[in-house]
């Protein structure tokens, strides 16, 4: 917490004498929870200066809504090598957020045109769909059940 305290007294500093006089929306984001509640505790520089909104589970309509895309097929997922930067592509993906439309051949197609937008290189095209896949030549398809398997 130390390294935190540093950062809360130049921010409080920033703050007070520069930033509040403008229209600005400081967020402060975190998943670590005894942190974050510690950063609007008595003793602390923004103790009573913010407002604590936690914010549940979002389901896929919400979050489309909020990012303002539509279903249109499009690169979501990049996989590249693993240097400094990136100099191989791996493979190259798109999430499907319908939830009751598979990935389909149009969805495939769609894809393959923009990996050829963006390649000459036959990468691996694999989706990521709630609804299954209905569709050849994708060198994978994962389920929200794989995604979450791969993170735990």
Not at 117 to 127: F, G, H, I, K, S
Request: hydrophobic share 45%; proline share 7%; charged share 30%.
């Amino acid at each position: 917490m130390e390294r935190v305290d540093a950062f809360e007294r130049l921010l409080q500093r920033a703050w007070d004498r520069f930033l509040s006089r403008k229209p600005v929306l400081l967020i402060l984001i975190g998943s670590d929870l005894p942190m974050m509640e510690a950063l609007n505790s008595y003793e602390r520089p923004f103790h009573q200066r913010g407002t604590e909104m936690v914010i549940g589970p979002l389901n896929p309509r919400e979050i489309q809504r909020m990012l303002g895309r539509g279903n249109d097929v499009e690169i979501d997922v990049v996989g590249a090598d693993r240097g400094p930067i990136a100099e191989e592509l791996r493979f190259l993906g798109s999430v499907k957020w319908l939830e009751n439309a598979p990935f389909d051949d149009h969805d495939f197609a769609a894809l393959a045109r923009h990996r050829a937008a963006l390649t000459d290189e036959p990468v691996p095209l694999v989706a990521l769909s709630r609804d299954g896949v209905a569709c050849s030549g994708l060198a994978a398809a994962y389920d929200p059940d794989d995604l979450m398997r791969a993170w735990s």
